[in-house]
């Protein structure tokens, strides 16, 4: 699975959109974008994922550029529930690797007042 | 809310004691994984089981023990753990087939031993 590079931390201000990069450079075709965010003393809990075109779900926004070299995550309107890690995955079809999730370090969002 | 449930929410133990952790979903999921994260570190994977079988075991020390025993229930059995394996102890599942599917999580076992 590629490997994937995120800031170590970001800040939003409540009611503002967060916009969450995510660097994947060396992605292959058949590989797909996770995102994952896990709050403070809870497991992960899964937001939203994508090959090539863009996605949207009731939580988030998935921006994947042409190139696939990278994504951006959007949550519209942050509130301060969002404050959590934030994870971006890249996953192979893998049955090697049992479809299992390679986390790094993530982003810590905190959401202010 | 999750539909994987782990319990204890909380273990604590000793090094010569004997304790399980335990898994349940009932969303048909035939793959769940065991992870392990440590404090202020992501999580890593430990076990995958496909079909109730064992599948990947990432070199995983034979003090812990990975049950399947349905297609609704793993297990993670523990035995003479050492300190340094405090650590929360994560439990997904995902559904096999259907294009690519996302892991669901419980929220974690953790462990601390003494």
């Known amino acids: 699975d590629a490997k994937t590079t995120q800031p170590p931390s970001m800040d939003c201000a409540e009611g503002r959109a967060a916009n969450l990069p995510c660097n994947h450079s060396t992605i292959s075709g058949n590989e797909y974008v996770y995102w994952y965010r896990q709050i403070h003393s809870q497991g992960p809990q899964y937001i939203i994922h994508g090959l090539k075109n863009n996605e949207t779900n009731e939580m988030a926004s998935l921006i994947i550029t042409e190139d696939r070299k990278s994504s951006t995550l959007i949550l519209p309107h942050a509130t301060l529930r969002d404050t959590a890690v934030y994870y971006c995955?890249?996953?192979?079809?893998?049955?090697?690797?049992?479809?299992?999730?390679?986390f790094g370090k993530g982003t810590s969002l905190l959401v202010t007042p | 809310d999750t539909e994987v449930t782990q319990t204890p929410k909380h273990l604590v133990m000793g090094m010569t004691n004997k304790k399980s952790l335990k898994c349940e979903q009932h969303m048909g999921h035939r793959a769940m994984y065991w992870y392990k994260q440590k404090a202020k570190k992501p999580p890593e994977l430990m076990f995958v089981y496909s079909y109730e079988k064992l599948s990947i075991n990432e070199s995983v020390p034979s003090r812990f023990s990975p049950e399947c025993p349905n297609s609704s229930l793993l297990n993670l059995h523990l035995h003479a753990l050492q300190p340094e394996d405090s650590a929360l102890y994560l439990c997904?599942?995902?559904?096999?087939?259907?294009?690519?599917?996302?892991?669901?999580f419980g929220d974690g076992t953790r462990l601390s031993i003494l």
């Open positions: 995955i890249v996953r192979g079809p893998g049955s090697n690797s049992g479809y299992a999730l390679n």
């Open positions: 997904a599942s995902r559904v096999i087939g259907e294009g690519d599917q996302p892991q669901h």
